[in-house]
């Protein structure tokens, strides 16, 4: 049946737990987003809601009742050194299996979380030459997704440096494994700001309106789209195989391509 979104609205405004209430583990419902929100999503593997605020925290609720579930702050909590100039969260997502919390941020770099414990798995790094942004967050992620081709999982990152970023989905026995960046897709020339992957085929979409279809393998362009429907608006165009790319543009005069779904026709 459909779920009732509406109740679960006191997600983020009940007060928040009494002090003292231990990360990591249940807090009772009622546990309050302070932060403002970097992002949020559902996961349907584990039934809950997950966000993750400015301040480092992640959240989770229970999706059919709204009832708070465990909390970690990833500053505090993971196992790794962090200061105060840590590098804030950009981007929220899940790897393809749904187990594990991917987070993108200003250093160009990304992390592969347990998000029932707060413990930091992987860290995903940039591509040589990357480590260090010239100016300003000139590497910042925009966007992360995880996804499977065959039997293989990667996970992907959108950046301001105009590109895509991949990495094998590896996880070892030893926790904070770091892993060099696999591949560079190359092809826009604005901020790429979302990503999309089905059956061998990568989408990615742009902050100056353009779509780009890539044949995951070679690396190919197959097809590039320059949205162009009115302001606020949602375009589709044909894409190989009969696939359909929906283009979803923001109200900005340059129509920022902001979110891809690849469908199959």
Known sequence: ??????????????????????????????????????????????????????????????????????????????????SASTPRFTAVGFDDSGRRLLTGSQDGRVRV????????LLTCLPPPGHERAPSGHAFEISAVLGFKDGPLAYFAACT?????WLWPDQVGDTPSIVLPCLRVFRGHTEDVLCTAFSAGLLATGSYDGTAILWNFKSGAVRARLKHSAARGGTSGAGGPGGRAMQVRAEEHRLTPVTHLTLLKG
């Open 160 to 164: 301001w440096s105009h590109e895509l």
């Open 1 to 82: 049946g459909q779920r009732k979104l509406a109740r679960h609205r006191s997600i983020f405004t009940e007060e928040p737990p009494a002090a003292g209430t231990p990360s990591g583990s249940p807090t009772g419902r009622g546990a309050a987003v302070t932060q403002n929100l970097v992002g949020a999503g559902c996961n349907g593997k584990f039934n809950l809601v997950l966000a993750v605020d400015e301040a480092f925290t992640v959240h989770t609720w229970e999706l059919d009742t709204g009832a708070a579930g465990f909390r970690f702050n990833a500053e505090r909590d993971s196992r790794t050194h962090h």
């Open 113 to 120: 979380w347990n998000f029932a414990n707060g413990q930091i």
